[in-house]
């Protein structure tokens, strides 16, 4: 059965769980770890080119046509947001505060990184089955993630399997192709490019800097294109893990990024 949707996975931040990065010290691991989604119809596969080629075109003294959010100044990361915020295509973003996970927890490699991967394969899923135009479309999504070191697809594509056999989990299976599931280069896929331009937005608001500090403006401008349901945007297109009120007290600044979703 042919696919309906694509979904362009990326990451933000990293899966370690030793000693956490400190505003003003060099060196030390992310707090949170933020993995996100980009999907759209498969029909406009050939038009995601051009959506990141018109980003790219606002940006005349940026040389290549490789968009990458890490090498965009401020000006540029506000500009690339505020486009993707208008194409057609909808995100949703599982984002993990790894102060709050017990040592011990998560021992095996990418273990961290499968479990919260399944929270947002389950929400593109859901998109997936209540977006599908009737019973003559499949409703199957390709799913591609952008290709990060260390990383096996084929492991993980047998941890979904195993999680199929699991009546608990939430994932709509007939629209996953799990064999399907494969990863490429950030450079050689515009639709990749657009997957980072969203992860790297969500993150900047909850995720500080080396000085400390959140900002929240490229997530507003992503606010539109969030999977939401009759308005609800937590459990959707934006999953924290734990529950918000299983968290320490957050910032000024990241309360604001959370508030963006109430």
């Not at 996975?9 to 992310?30: A, C, V």
């Not at 070191?149 to 192709?177: A, C, N």
């Not at 539109?224 to 945007?233: F, L, P, Q, S």
Request: positive net charge; aromatic residues 10%; contains cysteine.
């Amino acid at each position: 059965m042919s696919h309906s949707f694509v979904a362009l996975i990326d990451e933000s931040g990293d899966d370690g769980l030793g000693k956490f990065r400190e505003p003003g010290q060099q060196g030390g691991q992310t707090s949170w770890l933020v993995i996100s989604a980009c999907v759209y119809r498969i029909k406009r596969e050939r038009e995601v080119v051009g959506w990141r080629d018109s980003i790219l075109a606002k940006m005349p003294e940026k040389k290549g046509r490789v968009l990458h959010f890490e090498g965009l100044t401020h000006q540029q990361r506000i500009v690339a947001a505020q486009s993707v915020g208008q194409f057609p295509l909808r995100l949703m973003s599982v984002l993990s505060n790894k102060r709050t996970i017990e040592p011990g927890t998560y021992t095996q490699k990418n273990q961290l990184y499968f479990y919260l991967t399944r929270y947002l394969i389950e929400r593109i899923s859901w998109f997936c089955r209540d977006e599908k135009a009737g019973a003559g479309e499949s409703g199957q999504v390709k799913i591609i993630f952008s290709r990060r070191g260390g990383m096996s697809y084929p492991d993980f594509r047998e941890y979904l399997l195993r999680l199929r056999q699991d009546p608990t989990v939430k994932i709509h299976w007939p629209v996953i192709d799990i064999d399907g599931i494969r990863a490429e280069d950030h450079s050689t896929r515009a639709g990749l490019q657009i997957a980072d331009i969203i992860t790297s937005s969500i993150a900047s608001g909850i995720e500080p800097d080396r000085f400390g500090n959140c900002e929240t403006r490229y997530a507003e401008s992503l606010r539109r294109v969030t999977y939401r349901r009759n308005k609800n945007y937590f459990s959707y297109g934006v999953k924290l893990v734990p529950k918000l009120a299983d968290m320490p007290p957050l910032s000024a600044e990241q309360m604001r990024f959370i508030d963006l979703y109430k």
